[in-house]
Nanobody, 121 residues
Framework: VQLQASGGGLVQSGDFLRLSCAAS????????IGWFRQAPAKEREKIACISATEKTTYYTDSVKGRFTISRDNRRNTAYLQMNSLKPEDTAVYYCAADNSANCWTGTYDQWGLGTQVTVSS
């Protein structure tokens, strides 16, 4: 499966963005989807994931209550709704796909190009 993240941009603190992850080459429904981010000089971190069946979602503590992951398998697209953005959310955001049943422990070997999110204070 090929993935492409989009929807990033420059926003102010408190604003919102919705990122999209469009899949091609294989039905998105086969995969768990994870959203990751990497800030300058920091390691990549997993911030949210959703199982292939949509029954399970996980979030890292720093985004709980602010970010929501979802998917529309008919449109072959996953989303990350990001509300109440903070300057520390500034990073390149990536989506990735995995065949594991548990999206949080998946190895994620299918990656798309990232999209830059910059939050100004």
């Amino acid at each position: 499966v090929q993935l492409q993240a989009s929807g990033g941009g420059l926003v102010q603190s408190g604003d919102f963005l919705r990122l999209s992850c469009a899949a091609s080459g294989s039905p998105l429904a086969y995969y768990a989807i994870g959203w990751f981010r990497q800030a300058p000089a920091k390691e990549r971190e997993k911030i949210a994931c959703i199982s292939a069946t949509e029954k399970t979602t996980y979030y890292t503590d720093s985004v709980k209550g602010r970010f929501t992951i979802s998917r529309d398998n008919r449109r072959n697209t996953a989303y990350l709704q990001m509300n109440s953005l903070k300057p520390e959310d500034t990073a390149v955001y990536y989506c990735a796909a995995d065949n594991s049943a548990n999206c949080w422990t998946g190895t994620y070997d299918q990656w798309g190009l990232g999209t830059q999110v910059t939050v100004s204070s």
